[in-house]
């Protein structure tokens, strides 16, 4: 069973190698509450207001310094640790993980009042409480997951392109590319740390399992999901000149998604920290709705998420790079982006109809008619 799937040789650990898999995210999870907290960092004010003072709360962002220092001490192996490691404890990762993020939430839950949940269920699942920080603002819990998630993620990727390396003379450059792309969109995530203070999961989730274990689990460890089998593959077995088209091809796919993506994210933080200045070419054109905004043209006027179809041409790049048109685990992190996003959009609608007005989002509605692909959707 475990054979036909293609991932037997994630199995392949000693008991002592288990046990020590099962503990890795927990070690992973304490280093970089060390590394925030001890390395230097620029301290900005968010979107969020502190329920307590009435103002901005402050944020301390190092995520990119902790990442290059996370990598370096990887790439050396200053600690012992073999650079394929992550990869090859996977399973037992996301175990322990797992295990781990559910004791946080059920301490960050039920360790506060009530509230408007009654149900025990939900109220685990969604949290209750909106903002974890302590010492003062000095470690904010949900940057906390940002770092350790994206910074998971690439090591985990790179791991995996080491570990493919090891095993095959014939090496498939998709699995390189793969972990290359991951490690741009992680670089580049955190060069750009300060618009994360401007997206949905800060302003409005609250703390609960589902973030505990999204941003650190699925984020960090589980969005490698297609490299677990695919990194297990060897070179597809196509010329030269047909790798080399796959290869640039997903490149290219993957930059023009990242483009969307990351323009999008970006063009919105403009306007919510500058609403007059001009973002790239685009005059800000908006829809009045009592004291809040509609940001109505650039990427914003493409289609209502455009942002997520660059999400999804990210995840088809993801599939078309290995080569392996058929193999299904090349299309599973495309598959969750797909139905993530899909879902999400629908979420995204019903909270901004709340926060405008019905009124107001009906005619942004109008006006934009497109929910995630322009023209088509």
């Not at 069973?1 to 000693?14: A, R, V, Y």
């Not at 995210?25 to 979107?47: C, D, E, K, N, S």
């Not at 920080?133 to 995996?160: Q, R, T």
């Not at 090349?330 to 982006?337: C, D, K, N, P, T």
Request: hydrophobic fraction near 50%.
């Amino acid at each position: 069973m475990i054979e036909s799937l293609g991932i037997e040789h994630l199995f392949d650990l000693t008991a002592e190698e288990k046990i020590l898999a099962f503990f890795t995210p927990l070690i992973i999870f304490a280093a970089f509450v060390v590394a925030q907290m001890a390395l230097t960092a620029r301290t900005v004010t968010g979107y969020v207001t502190n329920a307590e003072t009435g103002e901005p709360r402050t944020y301390r962002l190092n995520g990119l310094l902790v990442f290059a220092i996370m990598v370096i001490i990887w790439a050396t192996e200053a600690t012992g640790m073999p650079r394929d490691w992550f990869y090859r404890s996977s399973l037992w990762a996301v175990f322990g993980g797992t295990v781990f993020t559910v004791i946080f939430s059920l301490i960050a839950v039920f360790g506060q009042p009530q509230g408007e949940v009654k149900n025990p269920i939900i109220a685990f699942y969604l949290g209750r409480k909106q903002e974890f920080s302590f010492f003062n603002e000095y470690f904010d819990v949900k940057m906390w997951f940002y770092v350790v998630g994206g910074a998971m993620l690439s090591l985990n990727a790179l791991s995996g392109a080491v570990w493919h390396h090891e095993n095959f003379a014939d090496a498939n450059l998709g699995v390189f590319l793969y972990a290359g792309i991951y490690t741009f969109y992680i670089t580049d995530y955190f060069i750009w740390e300060r618009v994360q203070l401007y997206t949905y999961d800060l302003i409005h989730e609250n703390t609960g399992f589902k973030l505990f274990w999204g941003g650190l689990v699925v984020y960090g460890w589980l969005f490698i999901l297609p490299l677990w089998a695919m990194a297990n593959q060897p070179d597809p077995g196509f010329s030269a000149a047909a790798e080399y088209a796959i290869v640039g091809g997903s490149a290219a796919l993957f930059l023009t998604g990242w483009t969307i993506s990351r323009g999008a994210s970006l063009q919105k933080y403009w306007f919510k920290r500058w609403p007059d200045r001009k973002f790239l070419w685009f005059e800000p054109e908006i829809i009045e709705a009592g004291n809040r905004k509609i940001l109505c043209n650039g990427f914003w006027g493409a289609a209502r998420h455009f942002n997520y179809f660059g999400e999804g041409l990210f995840g088809l790049a993801i599939a078309l790079s290995f080569g392996h048109f058929g193999n299904p685990w090349a299309w599973s992190y495309m598959l969750f982006v797909v139905t993530m996003f899909t879902w999400r959009q629908y979420e995204d609608d019903r909270a901004c109809a709340e926060k405008y007005g019905p009124e107001k989002w009906a005619e942004y509605q109008e006006r934009v008619p497109w929910r995630i692909v322009p023209r088509v959707w």
